[in-house]
């Protein structure tokens, strides 16, 4: 089947434009587009910048080194790290972790705030009730907890610090020498920047390695990331070539044998996600290991991962079948890099296809997955935190926000955001917001994660005015119950 290479050019334009809007909000963008093993065309290609969760596709190639050495990944945690026998997550194994198959839920606020936690910390942390939303194996639930327990068992396995065993057995082998996981290395590592609602700058807080690097402690330049992506490419090569011809001697051989068939095995498709289609393309989109495969009509093989951080956002993409490469890094809270990166895919495959300007309405199906019934404290949680929208009382959040809330939004502000929301509902569907809301007003989606809608706050359309959908506010919990986040939708 003949698929097609987006246009170059209209991907280098979109990134250009890209670049122009962030610098307008005081931030930098950070870019290169490469063909296979060719140098590219690169934006600050040398500038270092935290790639938050990008870092998952590094630990699951470090879990690939010791997988090639022993490691059972299907025996159960507690086995490989007896400290976590009294714990919610003893019986979960490497495999779940890696896939996203843990049950335990998606905790990017919290878990982005507390990367210097040291592992007994994380495990007594543990101790104290963590809350899985879903048995094991029963669908996908993205969560940064199982990478980071994916250290600890690389340093219970090999009895070495997790980031000596990846920069020696993962980035020191391919060459990537502006690749590190500590800030204090890279004195000129692009600024982070926390935007507040009226866009004003303020630098984004860093922090440390720790337990939760493995999750997204990696700082990197785009030219290296470039080579990683073309590592993976060659990857797939190599062992192809081992397969079916037996021998790689047509190959230039840029990535160690043993390396080779780990970061292969990363790019195979272990748990479906969802699958997304539009007039033009189905796209199906998969977890493997650390990293997201996908096939796409139009491209066939599809490589990808996100990582969004307080101050960074970042995306690299690659496509096996067509010899190209992508990546994009943004120093603004969790810069919305993958978006970015798939309207520049889109714009390059319609100029490709001769329609310029053609734009692709997606449709998702995701997959359905179980969850465990909210427990009464959970769901007392959830409704609090949304009442604190209508009537903020600081001892009521000191009860129940966990350490990110005020690091990603300072109290001022968010008492600011919450009064303009609450005037805005006024204003514009004449209510009055002074009741507190009850349990009738509260679904509970999983065990931590609920959606108060604001009654009477659906506003029919009529002609010459559109419909407004219910007001809601959305309230995620950490492992603990705690809150993490406060979503207002208007």
């Not at 190209?324 to 309207?343: C, H, K, M």
């Not at 769901?379 to 001892?395: G, H, P, Y």
């Not at 002074?434 to 994660?449: I, K, N, S, Y």
Request: net charge negative.
């Amino acid at each position: 089947m003949a698929f097609t290479h987006p246009d170059t050019e209209a991907i280098i334009s979109g990134l250009e434009a890209a670049a122009e809007s962030l610098r307008a909000q005081g931030g930098t963008l950070a870019w290169g587009v490469f063909g296979r093993g060719g140098t590219g065309t690169v934006a600050d290609g040398d500038v270092p910048y935290r790639i938050a969760s990008m870092t998952k596709s590094f630990t699951a190639a470090a879990i690939g080194v010791l997988t090639a050495d022993g490691l059972d990944l299907d025996m159960p945690l507690g086995r490989l790290v007896p400290d976590l026998n009294d714990t919610s997550i003893a019986d979960r194994t490497c495999r779940q972790a890696l896939t996203m198959g843990t049950g335990f839920t998606k905790d990017d606020p919290w878990a982005d705030r507390v990367e210097s936690m040291s592992a007994a910390e994380l495990i007594d942390h543990l101790r104290r009730g963590a809350i899985p939303i879903a048995p094991a194996d029963t669908g996908y639930e993205y969560s940064n907890l199982g990478y980071a327990l994916l250290g600890v068992v690389t340093e219970a396995v090999t009895g070495r610090p997790f980031i000596d065993v990846a920069t020696a057995e993962v980035l020191e082998p391919l060459g990537l020498s502006r690749t590190g996981f500590d800030v204090a290395d890279f004195p000129d590592l692009a600024p982070g920047i926390r935007l507040d609602r009226h866009g004003r700058g303020h630098p984004a807080e860093l922090t440390g390695p720790g337990v939760f690097s493995p999750i997204g402690g990696v700082i990197s330049t785009v030219n290296d990331i470039g080579a990683w992506m073309n590592a993976h490419m060659d990857a797939l090569e190599q062992v192809d070539a081992l397969e079916h011809v037996g021998s790689l001697d047509h190959l230039g051989s840029s990535v160690p044998g043993a390396l080779a068939r780990i970061l292969s095995d990363n790019q195979q498709a272990h748990r479906l996600i969802e699958v997304q289609r539009s007039d033009h393309h189905t796209e199906s989109i998969n977890y493997g290991f650390g990293l997201q495969p996908r096939l796409d009509s139009r491209f066939g093989r599809v490589v990808c991962h996100s990582g969004g951080y307080p101050g960074y956002g970042s995306h690299m993409r690659w496509f096996p079948d067509l010899g190209l490469s992508i990546v994009v890094f943004g120093n603004t809270t969790y810069y919305p890099a993958e978006r970015v990166v798939r309207n520049v895919i889109d714009a390059g495959w319609a100029a490709a296809a001769g329609s310029p300007g053609l734009q692709l309405t997606r449709t998702t199906t995701a997959v359905p997955a179980p969850h465990y019934p909210a427990a009464a404290q959970q769901s007392e949680t959830v409704l609090r935190a949304a009442n604190l929208v209508l009537d903020f009382d600081d001892t009521v959040a000191d009860g129940l926000f966990t350490v990110n809330m005020d690091l990603d939004e300072p109290r001022t502000e968010r008492r600011e955001r919450f009064a303009a929301w609450k005037d805005e509902l006024a204003s514009g569907r004449d209510l009055e917001l002074t009741q507190a809301f009850t349990p009738g007003d509260l679904e509970m989606r999983t065990p931590l994660l609920g959606t108060v809608t604001v009654p009477d706050s659906h506003v029919a359309g009529s002609e010459g005015s559109a419909e407004m959908p219910a007001a809601t506010i959305t309230v995620s919990l950490d492992h603990l119950g705690a809150v993490q986040t406060i979503t207002l939708s208007s």
